[in-house]
T-cell receptor, first 115, second 116 residues
């Protein structure tokens, strides 16, 4: 596709449930990021992938959060035992290459609501 | 760690008036600076960026920003606001905090309202 896509666009779940959020980066982009945007805040970094490996997961808030990118393109953010505080918009971004500070291209986000 | 401060969570201007959105940053290395715009229910779109070279940067939709190292500022301006400029604007700095991640650190955003 032309841009970064994310599915689903909206996800409503109950406290304690497991959710998966998917990101399809721009074709050929090796660098992939996940950010979380809470209401009234700017996006906050969660995790960075270079290829298949997570080069930096220091932004993940706790061990309920996990992300994978097994083939170096599509990534899935997984949240176990969801809590109401996990409600936010989860943004994915990709960049053509590792190690550069060029522009990140953002997807439209997945709005997660935990009831 | 780097940080970004956006003064004013909400700015309201009249159509045709000057738009000024303020951004200050802290960085221990020469910064790469970005302004992104977010329209309702949409992702972030890059308006403009400063990397190196000319300190006055022009972006899309008539926006520009000036990097002022002495003031650690990167304020966003547009001479004449249009109704379609109503959106939330985020200033961000690129930072390598590990693994050459060059993650973006964002300000809290400024909601721009344009009145007819």
């Amino acid at each position: 596709g032309a841009g970064v896509s994310q599915t689903p666009s909206n996800k409503v779940t109950e406290k304690g449930k497991y959710v998966e959020l998917r990101c399809d980066p721009i074709s050929g982009h090796t660098a992939l990021y996940w950010y979380r945007q809470s209401l009234g805040q700017g996006p906050e970094f969660l995790i960075y992938f270079q290829g298949t490996g997570a080069a930096d997961d220091s932004g993940l808030p706790n061990d309920r959060f996990f992300a994978v990118r097994p083939e170096g393109s599509v990534s899935t953010l997984k949240i176990q035992r969801t809590e109401r505080g996990d409600s936010a918009v989860y943004l994915c971004a990709s960049r053509p290459r590792h190690g550069g500070r060029d522009e990140q291209f953002f997807g439209p986000g997945t709005r997660l609501t935990v009831l | 760690a780097q940080s970004v401060t956006q003064l004013g969570s909400h700015v309201s201007v009249s159509e045709g008036a000057l738009v000024l959105l303020r951004c200050n940053y802290s960085s221990s290395v020469p910064p790469y600076l970005f302004w992104y715009v977010q329209y309702p229910n949409q992702g972030l779109q890059l308006l403009l960026k400063y990397t190196t070279g000319a300190t006055l940067v022009k972006g899309i939709n008539g926006f520009e920003a000036e990097f002022k190292k002495s003031e650690t500022s990167f304020h966003l301006t547009k001479p004449s606001a249009h109704m379609s400029d109503a959106a939330e604007y985020f200033c961000a700095v690129s930072e390598n905090s590990g693994g050459s991640n060059y993650k973006l650190t964002f300000g809290k955003g400024t909601l721009l309202t344009v009145n007819p």
